[in-house]
């Protein structure tokens, strides 16, 4: 927060990393933070992490760290406040607890394996929502579009949300009925915001339908949706359509 600006250009040196996307100086500055704090506390477990070269030594470990020291760079260093700390403790490939910190919104999503999902102090849970008709749907729009005509019903596009973690996490507060990532999501964009879905009754599936598992040797996933678990056979036989998958 030293280097967030409301509304404007951040203190914080920016460079482009390979790829394109920008890291700025207060990404690593947290991911320092965190690798020393976490690695004392859970200093049996592996460490993945956006800013941090990939050691496929996690592999051969049953617990993970998985972190996104900034989810929603380009929204921070332009002085938008949608972005976020995301943070997993994965265990044979499944999350089972994680966080998601919105220090500029004053907001924190959690949760733990049978413990429920939580946004601050307030016990969260997914919409009850079981049709797609006019369903509030945040993600691309061309996909929004594209789930729409396979559903062959209207929807309603939320404005875009920059961080993912965050798009995702509105599923489980019930802010949103369901939320779409293209592919090329990370690891380190979903663990955390995986389980807290799943605490607060809701899936995150890939377009196939299947849900996902981590601290596999390639970090990226497919097309994904999330969702209340009541909306799960509407949503996955128009997803199947939509994006052109097989059922699974």
């Known amino acids: 927060m030293r280097d967030f600006r409301w ?137 929004v579009g594209a789930l729409a005509r396979a559903a062959k019903v209207e929807l309603a596009a939320e404005p875009r949300i920059p961080s993912l973690a965050l798009r995702l996490a509105r599923v489980a507060d019930g802010g949103l009925d369901v939320a779409l990532a293209s592919a090329s999501a990370s690891d380190w964009d979903i663990a955390a915001v995986d389980v807290i879905l799943s605490e607060a009754g809701a899936l995150l599936i890939d377009a196939r339908g299947q849900i996902l598992h981590y601290n596999r040797q390639s970090v990226r996933h497919g097309a994904l949706l999330a969702f209340g678990v009541d909306l799960a056979p509407a949503v996955a036989s128009a997803a199947r359509v939509a994006f052109d998958q097989p059922a699974a």
């Open 7 to 143: 509304s404007g250009r951040t203190s914080a040196q920016v460079h482009t990393k390979y790829g394109g996307s920008p890291v700025t100086t207060a990404d690593l500055a947290v991911d320092r933070y965190l690798r020393e704090r976490l690695g004392a506390a859970f200093p049996g477990a592996g460490w993945l992490s956006e800013e941090t070269a990939d050691d496929l030594s996690r592999l051969e470990m049953a617990d993970l760290l998985v972190v996104d020291p900034i989810d929603g760079t380009r929204a921070f260093l332009n002085g938008d406040p949608r972005w976020a700390v995301s943070i997993a403790f994965v265990h044979d490939g499944r999350p089972i607890a994680g966080v998601i910190h919105a220090p500029a919104l004053g907001q924190t999503y959690l949760a733990a394996l049978g413990c429920g999902s939580r946004r601050d102090e307030r016990p969260i849970h997914a919409s009850k929502k079981a049709t797609l008709e006019h369903a509030l749907v945040g993600g691309p729009r061309s996909m």
